[in-house]
Nanobody
């Protein structure tokens, strides 16, 4: 059974930084970070896609960085210059063929 465990969320002031971690129970090529606010659909934030391609959502380009430690099956999301509109529950996902697996989410709140 695949498990994804996110950590690193919390409360941060505008302009601050946080690093989220997502540890998977096994290796996946495709790992993604998403976020969701109440009443809205999940938004893709950053992704390692097939062939190692990296993509970012337009709203986070230049501020967020996705990285990974393959030896630890862990994907990170470094979030800098955080804004109140970045407040959301952040989820990681792993994709393999037609299957998607999700973590439980971690809350990020950007507020003064």
């Amino acid at each position: 059974q695949v498990q994804l465990v996110e950590s690193g969320g919390g409360l941060v002031q505008p302009g601050g930084s946080l690093r989220l971690s997502c540890t998977a129970s096994r290796a996946f090529d495709v790992m993604r970070w998403h976020r969701q606010t109440p009443g809205n659909a999940r938004e893709l934030v950053a992704a390692y896609n097939y062939a190692g391609n990296i993509n970012y959502g337009d709203s986070v380009k230049g501020r967020f960085t996705i990285s990974r430690n393959n030896a630890k099956n862990t994907t990170y999301l470094q979030m800098n210059s955080l804004k109140p509109e970045d407040t959301a529950v952040y989820y990681c996902s792993a994709v393999e063929w037609l299957n998607s697996y999700w973590g439980q989410g971690t809350q990020v709140t950007v507020s003064s």
